[in-house]
Each structure stands twice: as structure tokens, then as C-alpha cells.
């Protein structure tokens, strides 16, 4: 073989092996990844089915209930337009109150409820994911749409 081949075989070589490095991270990242979802999403089946991912945004005043077992709590999750129930057994965080922002992760089931493996509360006040805020806002702007055909004024959005 002349030198320009061999050179040409090394670096179609090197090329191969980046691109199985390449398909084996992204094969590996492809049960990993947790995409986030509203509940107005999850309503309008936008939500993967039978498979793990986030569903973020507030608590809704009055909707926790505890279990006797003292594990076992259900809530619901609203982005001020759809509510989405919720499942978890576990020990919730200090945070989790009435009213503040959660995400939660786990699957949605045949029966419409959420089953959280795990709960995350909102650390500070101030902040807010970009993609909680901005699903709060288009909720509002539709809240705000309805609500002035039917006479009622919406809560503006924080």
C-alpha cells in the first residue's frame, strides 16, 4: 500500500470509531432522558405513554390527602388551565407545600393517574424553570381568553 492509502484507512478508521462512540452515547442517553410535560400536555396526549417523565407545576390548594400508612400521599398538579392527579408513596421534601411549584417524576397510567417515583419542590421562591413559567403564562393567556367571554376575570399570572 502506498502512504495516501494507509493514511485514507486511518482516518476512515478513526472516522467509524467516532461514529459507534457517537451511536452508543446517544442508544445509552435514550432510556435517560426525562422530558418535561404540563398538565394541560399530558391532557392533550402530548405525554409519552408507558414511559418515565416529569410533569411539573403547582400544588393545588386542598387536593393533598394522606394514606394511614403515612407514605402514600395524592395531590394534584395544575398549570392554572388542566389538573393532573397524583400518586406518590415516599417521604415528600420540606418544601412541598399548598399552592408551590413541584415537579414530579414517574409514569401516567391507564387510569389517568400520575405515579410518582420521586418529588421535587421548588427551592426559592424567586425561581421558576423556564418551562414552568412559560406553561404557566400560556395558561393564564388562555385562562384570561375564556374567562372574558364567560364575565369572569383571571388571577394574573406571578
Same mark, same amino acid.
Given at each position: ?6 493514511? #485514507?484507512?486511518? *482516518? *476512515?478508521?478513526?472516522? @467509524?470509531?467516532?461514529?459507534?462512540? !457517537?451511536?452508543?452515547?446517544? +442508544? ?5 432522558? &426525562?422530558?418535561? #410535560? /404540563?398538565? /394541560?400536555?399530558? +391532557? ?8 418515565? #417523565?416529569? *410533569?411539573?407545576? =403547582?400544588?393545588?390548594?386542598? $387536593?393533598?390527602?394522606? %394514606? ?7 395531590? $394534584?398538579?395544575?398549570?392554572? &388551565? ?8 415516599? *417521604?415528600?421534601?420540606?418544601? #412541598? ?5 413541584? !415537579? ?5 397510567? @391507564?387510569?389517568?393517574?400520575? +405515579?410518582?417515583?420521586?418529588? =421535587? @419542590?421548588?427551592?426559592? %421562591?424567586? +425561581?421558576?424553570?423556564?418551562? @414552568?413559567?412559560?406553561? =404557566? ?6 385562562? &384570561?381568553?375564556? $374567562?372574558?367571554? $364567560?364575565? !369572569? ?6
Amino acid at each position: 500500500m502506498k502512504p495516501r492509502q494507509k493514511r #485514507f484507512m486511518f *482516518i *476512515i478508521g478513526g472516522l @467509524a470509531l467516532v461514529a459507534a462512540a !457517537v451511536g452508543l452515547v446517544l +442508544y445509552a442517553l435514550k432510556n435517560n432522558v &426525562s422530558l418535561y #410535560f /404540563t398538565p /394541560t400536555q399530558v +391532557y392533550n396526549k402530548e405525554a409519552p405513554q408507558g414511559r418515565s #417523565f416529569r *410533569i411539573g407545576g =403547582l400544588v393545588e390548594a386542598g $387536593s393533598v390527602k394522606r %394514606e394511614g400508612d403515612g407514605l402514600t400521599v395524592h395531590f $394534584s398538579i395544575t398549570d392554572t &388551565s388542566r389538573n393532573m392527579p397524583v400518586t406518590y408513596k415516599g *417521604i415528600l421534601p420540606d418544601l #412541598f407545600k399548598e399552592g408551590k411549584g413541584v !415537579v414530579a417524576q414517574g409514569k401516567l397510567r @391507564a387510569d389517568n393517574v400520575f +405515579y410518582a417515583e420521586e418529588v =421535587l @419542590a421548588k427551592h426559592d %421562591e424567586n +425561581y421558576m424553570p423556564p418551562e @414552568a413559567k412559560h406553561a =404557566l403564562e400560556e395558561a393564564a393567556k388562555a385562562q &384570561s381568553g375564556v $374567562s372574558a367571554a $364567560s364575565g !369572569v376575570t383571571a388571577l394574573p399570572a406571578k
